[in-house]
């Protein structure tokens, strides 16, 4: 299906690279910024880093399954992972064999949804979510010497870990943390006792004037394998210091938690899900407070908005994922473009579309 396209009057939009008469346009009749990075598997939800120089992509590896499509994402039958990696952006793209299959994985059963990937003294870690023989979706981690792989999964998931969406973040002073969360699909509102209720709430608390569920925050120990702590809210609020209200569907946390820093500060974006924006808060420590700051990027072709930013080659990249390819939510391609902080800090809020 294609979205409504909104946008907050006060948003200053970036200007978008001008492309030519004779590519693709979306079903609105507007021309994409950017095109798939790679055409030959459908990929969504990048998690990109830079290790050693190279950019290396994480995405989920999206597959045409039979589930009827559903508000819980059971059509999402995600069951490997392949990573992407390419010299700087507009190289050419090398898609990798398999990095991890879930028939690899002792307690997982299907959709490996969106991954994310650390380095750390020589080697790299694989975070990824899958449902356990239970249907609660927990998050698990493999290892490898390579970037691409293959990674070898641990025999059990993290322990204290439950719904979706590892991001995992190193700061300057070489601690570890991970953000992770989703309502709906993710489960985050039936793990709110601190343990998975499988008939807890569909959706969110059902409690729209009250705070809403915030993504989560918790210190990895030194082996990058195991929480150090007890998972806490990752707390967003307004330019008041409240807490973003469970009602606030253009603002409040969905899904897709990214951290990354600039100029001391702490950005953590997300997905506002079923209202398709990208947004972000600020705080000055890792665990928050956050307060919400506005739009990175509007609503794109197909449901789903899930992204990473990264730095290379001296400017930051958004890379993000829409269903160009395919005009199917289930079957989505990767897409990156430039991402630009203004003057105070703020994030240039950018238009998918060009005319």
């Known amino acids: 299906m294609f979205l409504r396209w909104a946008a907050l009057a006060s948003a200053v939009f970036c200007t978008a690279a001008l492309g030519k008469s004779s590519e693709p346009r979306a079903p609105n009749g507007r021309r994409y910024l950017s095109q798939p990075l790679v055409r030959d598997i459908y990929t969504a939800d990048p998690s990109a880093h830079v290790f050693q120089g190279?950019?290396?992509?994480?995405?989920?590896?999206?597959?045409?399954?039979?589930?009827?499509?559903?508000?819980?994402?059971?059509?999402?039958?995600?069951?490997?992972?392949?990573?992407?990696?390419?010299?700087?952006?507009?190289?050419?793209v090398t898609v990798h064999p398999v990095a991890l299959d879930v028939a690899q994985v002792p307690w997982a059963t299907k959709q490996m949804w969106a991954p994310d990937a650390a380095y750390k003294n020589g080697t790299?870690?694989?975070?990824?979510?899958?449902?356990?023989?239970q249907g609660a979706f927990r998050i698990g981690v493999a290892t490898s010497k390579s970037p691409v792989g293959p990674f070898k999964a641990k025999?059990?998931?993290?322990?204290?870990?439950?719904?979706?969406?590892?991001?995992?973040?190193?700061?300057?002073?070489?601690?570890?943390?991970?953000?992770?969360?989703?309502?709906?699909?993710?489960?985050?509102?039936?793990?709110?006792?601190?343990?998975?209720?499988?008939?807890?709430?569909k959706t969110d608390l059902n409690r729209p004037n009250a705070p809403a569920l915030m993504p989560k925050v918790a210190r990895l120990d030194a082996s990058m394998t195991e929480f150090a702590e007890k998972p806490r809210d990752a707390l967003i609020v307004d330019e008041g210091g409240k807490p973003l209200l469970g009602g606030d569907t253009n603002r409040r946390f969905f899904e897709a938690a990214w951290m990354h820093k600039y100029n001391g500060k702490y950005y953590l974006s997300y997905s506002t899900g079923d209202t398709h924006?990208?947004?972000?808060?600020?705080?000055?420590?890792?665990?928050?407070?956050?307060?919400?700051?506005?739009?990175?990027?509007?609503?794109?072709?197909?449901?789903?908005?899930?992204?990473?930013?990264?730095?290379?080659?001296?400017?930051?990249?958004?890379?993000?994922?829409?269903?160009q390819l395919s005009g199917q939510t289930r079957l989505r391609n990767?897409?990156?473009?430039?991402?630009?902080?203004?003057?105070?800090?703020?994030?240039?809020?950018?238009?998918?579309?060009?005319?």
């Open 334 to 355: 990767v897409k990156v473009t430039e991402l630009t902080h203004n003057p105070d800090g703020t994030i240039c809020t950018i238009d998918p579309f060009v005319d």
């Open 124 to 133: 790299y870690y694989l975070y990824f979510p899958a449902k356990d023989r």
């Open 54 to 92: 190279r950019i290396y992509v994480y995405p989920s590896h999206d597959i045409d399954g039979p589930a009827p499509e559903d508000d819980l994402g059971g059509h999402f039958e995600m069951r490997d992972y392949r990573v992407l990696s390419m010299d700087r952006v507009g190289a050419p």
């Open 155 to 201: 025999p059990r998931p993290i322990k204290g870990s439950f719904s979706i969406d590892p991001a995992v973040f190193t700061d300057d002073d070489g601690r570890s943390y991970m953000y992770f969360g989703g309502i709906w699909g993710g489960q985050l509102q039936r793990n709110v006792t601190g343990r998975y209720d499988p008939n807890g709430s």
């Open 277 to 323: 924006y990208l947004v972000y808060a600020v705080g000055t420590s890792p665990y928050g407070p956050f307060t919400y700051k506005g739009r990175i990027l509007e609503p794109v072709q197909g449901w789903t908005t899930h992204h990473s930013i990264v730095q290379h080659g001296g400017k930051w990249w958004l890379f993000y994922a829409d269903s």
